[in-house]
């Protein structure tokens, strides 16, 4: 029996080694956008803190505040102040939407301005962004809204944040308020953006805020930011009942969740190991989560959460995927992740020195087509300070989206990040994302197209999209 | 470098290794693999058995085949490196042994876990019925950050009436994270925590020379690994253990 069992293992080990490679002449001989299912929601996506301006919460406290050490928390040393001032400009961005084709932009909805202290809403908020999105659906522009991304209000976060469980209350009744004010205008929702990077860069890497450093912690965090979802999922259903695209339902709900291919450095079982791990804790949790209406984590030693959370299970109807690189790992057993990751040296590479790998995209596009949900790309994009690389980026992955939609995989939308340049967290605004570049140097945040926006219209074409002449 | 001093040190007794010396005896007894053995005179009948150690010097040289990568969903992404791979096996008259290893992966397609080397080198002793080997293994990746790994190694071996039981720490080139095998002769067929199981044989060729054929495979939370090596040895004499 074991010599079956060894035998059996080796050979499945064996049949698994084939990998895409993409090749420049395939992805240049593609009808990019010909083909895809209909329906399919060819957009940009955009985040409140980043684009807006103006805001006040936990993110805008630490940008203006340091490590113990002395050293900035924002790398180039900005905040996000008049971002690219979006608060008073989104007529201009739905222009820039139609001049690109698109027919959906994800945007999401900034908690600390809506309820800036506990219980006091501010309404003339939530009128801009209900004449918001009445105003992407006229321009028929399908909006996609975000309820939590990233920022939190000062006085939830001054109650320790996604640290305990009293955010889960207030979370759910922000969201019964958005839901009842644009739930006429709005179908698609994505509760929270990427739970497992809210966990990772806020609580075992701590370098955004609250700053901590606690494997443990960011553990307890995601399976908190995941009951978090499950209730807000369940008020949204309550709370939004009207149909406003006339597909017959009123809610479709899910979340952006931020996958990377991880890769071990080399053949070491210590490196496997820790791969294994650290992708099942990045990757696979939180869609496992969803699928079993279970939160299960572990390390081995330190802690292990199993338990049922009510509502988890049947809280998606799609699945989002944010998509940006791949990590290549090294095991390390005294970092709170277990290991560096580092990008090998004879790798393309992104402004921020991300590995550029769109063959991953199609990877887990294959891979999370076997969870019973639609996949939606919500996020996919790269820093490029010249604009000069990001068509041939934005070409690749989405020749990745079309192969695997050609193959069956029932892959509805793509986003690209970012609609225009913004304020990238803890990298500043350094790094420039945006298929429209902004110049932070003028008052007027004037918006410039990038060499990708051609690309994006070739794209919108084929998809039977008309581009604003 | 340690696999390559293990190598000259082998060569160097090699005056010893093909003497017909002990061949052409009269006797039957299995052949002294040590100098202890070499005072036993041609008389079988009325003499002790003599001194056999566990293991004798070794020398092996061939080819091992490496799958490894972690499973989720319904799925598994993982990489296939083809490595050579050399090992030997000092045993001074003493019972001190050298024991060591170098592997040499080559990975089978591009954009996945990076070749380099890995070297294993344990010192130890070995007794008639006992072995203990423990050392480190430093792997060297030129494209890894950090591009070195350093890890313990162990392994130690008791013979019994017939039958052996041996255990290791990241044996078998600091692979195997942990074992429990069973030897019968030239077969062993171990346990890998926490699942998992290798099995080991040696097919004799001639007098100094023979196959050793590797395979294991198992599963640690959520990663597969699974080898197979394929080796041909030389060696001064046979020792008792298995391979």
Redesign the interface.
Known sequence: M??L???A??A???A????P?FSAADIDGATLGKGLRPGFLLGAATAAHQVEGGNSNDWTDWENSAYPDGRPHIQDQTVSGLAADSWNRFDEDVVLLRRLGANSYRLSVEWSRIEPEEGKWDEAALDRYLAWVTKLRAAGIEPVVTLHHFTLPKWVAAKGGWSNDDILKPFETFTVKVAAKLGAQVDTWCTINEPTVIAVEGYIDGIWPPGHTSTKEGAFVLARVMEAHAHSAAALRAHDTIDADGDGRATFIGVAHHVR?????????????V???T??FA??AV??AA?TGRIQLSS?GDFEIDREVPGLKDSFDYLGLNYYTRD?L??NLGDPKLS?S?V???RPVNDLGWDI?P?GLY?YL??FS??PWPIYILENGMPDETGEARPAFLRAHFYALQKASDEGVDVRGYFHWSLMDNFEWAEGVTPRFGLFRVDYDNPARTRTPTPAVATFQEIARNAGLKPLE | MFPALLVAALLSQGATVDQPAAAAAPVTLPTPVNDDAAAVPPDRCDLPEPFVRLHADELSAGLGVIGQGYTFNGGRFGDLLVGGIVEGRLVWGSGFTVDGSLLVPVPTAGDGASGGFGVLARIGWTGERWSVVSGPSFQFVGRARPDGQWLPSLRATYLFSGWGLSAGLFDFYATVPAHLTLELGDFGVGYVAPIGALATARFRVGRSLGLKVGAMAFRLFNTEVAMVTVTASWGRSWGRGAP
Do not use: H
């Open positions: 074991r010599f069992f060894i035998a293992l080796l499945s080990l064996l698994c080694n084939g990998r490679s291919i991880m890769q071990a450095a080399t053949d070491s079982t210590l490196d496997t190991v791969t294994g791990l992708d099942d990757n696979e869609v496992r699928k081995p290549t090294r095991a560096n580092f090998p040296a004879d790998y063959e990877l294959k891979r076997k969870y």
